[in-house]
Each structure stands twice: as C-alpha cells, then as structure tokens.
C-alpha cells in the first residue's frame, strides 16, 4: 500500500494563477480531507469529504475547491492563488479512529 | 467547536532526561483526543489517541499520555527521551459521538528539541 500520496512535492505559482493539488489514497477511506499548516498556527482545515460526491468546508475553505468523485482521489483547486495562500498543504484520509497524513506540497505564491 | 491549546511553543530537553508536553482541550461534548508528531519535512504521524476506557494510553516510541477529564488535559510524556526524538508535536481533538468526530482540530505545535 502506498497509503497516502500528494503531488507535487513543491510548487510556485504567481500571484492569479490556478492549480490543482493532487491528493490520493489506497486504503478504502470514505473520509478525505486537506488542511493548511502555517508556523505558529497549527493545521487548519481546509475542505473535508465523507465519500464519493459528498464534500463540506471546513476551518478556512475561502479561495478553494474540491469535488470527490472517486474514493481514491480528493484534488484541491486554488482558483485564483493569492500570496496568502503559501502554506503547506497536507492530505489526510481515514477514519472516526485514525487519519493518516500524506507527505504534504509545499507552495509558494509570488 | 472544540478549541486545542498547547501551552509551551518550544521545549528544549537534553537526552535522556524525561519529557511532558502540555495540551489542554475545550469541548462541550465528549472527545476523542490524538497526538501527532512531524519530523522535519515530513507528514504527521499518529504517536497515541485515546477513544474511550482507560486514561493512561500508550503509544509508539515510548510515549504515553493521560487523559484528565476533569482538567480538560492530554500531556504527553516520555520518561527518557533520545535526540531522534526531536520533531514538533500536536494535540487534536474531535468530536467523540455524532457526525463531526472526523474533523480535527489542531493546537499550534510543540516544538521538541533534544540536546546531547
């Protein structure tokens, strides 16, 4: 098993760009979620799913998108990146017991 | 809504000595209560949870930590700590019944550093 997997590693973008953070997992989880990690604040939850077609926001979901139309696969789509959205961005999925944490994309916007 | 305070932001310790970094939680209805560890540049880790039952929960690498209900507190504690124990450590908590108890909610991180 791969667990969970996140692509790309790191990214920079410009300030108005889109892009779409890929996140998947092997483990038949119903629930997927993304947050954010910036120093000093913890993760924060950006968007969450509990299956295939069903997503709900969470902590700090303005300036993003997701969709699940598959269990594997969960993608976050900046639509228009903005200098506040450079964070590290983690993908997790699981369940009520236990989350597992994928390695994270690292993003610069300029 | 739950709230997760981690009261020291970093915490120096020389190897070998003991170690508890301290979480308190806020929640009006019962919990389930995590601890996550992230060495550099990577993802999380679960170290330890507690769902129910006994308070005093054991975890990998050598930690366990307490559930007190009472004082509304998960510290985490190891008894003797080795440099690869260096990393930051987070509490979480979720909701422990009902339909939010996958979402969690992270304090700011402790940031252990372990000197030789």
């Known amino acids: 098993n791969a667990g969970v997997t996140q692509t790309p590693k790191f990214q920079v973008l410009k300030t108005g760009q889109s892009m779409t953070l890929q996140c998947a997992q092997d483990?038949?989880?119903?629930?997927m979620s993304w947050y954010r990690q910036d120093p000093g604040m913890g993760l924060r939850l950006i968007h969450y799913?509990?299956?295939?077609?069903?997503?709900d926001q969470g902590e700090v979901p303005n300036g993003y998108n997701v969709s699940r139309s598959t269990t594997e696969d969960f993608p976050l789509r900046l639509l228009s990146a903005a200098p506040s959205q450079t964070s590290v961005y983690f993908c997790?999925?699981?369940?009520?017991?236990?989350?597992?944490f994928g390695p994270g994309t690292r993003l610069t916007v300029t | 809504a739950q709230s997760v305070t981690q009261l020291d932001s970093q915490v120096p310790v020389f190897e070998e000595a003991p170690v508890e970094l301290r979480c308190n939680y806020s929640?009006?209805?019962?919990?389930?209560l995590f601890w996550y560890v992230q060495y550099p540049n990577q993802g999380l880790q679960l170290l330890l949870k507690?769902?129910?039952?006994?308070?005093l929960v054991k975890g990998i690498n050598g930690f366990e930590a307490e559930f007190n209900k009472s004082q509304t507190s998960f510290h985490l504690r190891k008894p003797s700590v080795h440099i690869s124990d260096t990393a930051e450590y987070f509490c979480?908590?979720?909701?422990?019944?009902?339909?939010?108890?996958?979402?969690?909610?992270f304090g700011k991180g402790t940031l252990l550093t372990v000197n030789p």
């Open positions: 979480a908590v979720s909701e422990g019944s009902g339909g939010s108890n996958y979402k969690l909610t």
């Open positions: 799913s509990v299956g295939a077609g069903i997503t």
């Open positions: 929640s009006s209805v019962s919990v389930y």
């Open positions: 483990m038949n989880h119903e629930y």
């Open positions: 507690y769902l129910s039952g006994s308070t």
């Open positions: 997790a999925s699981g369940t009520t017991y236990e989350q597992y």
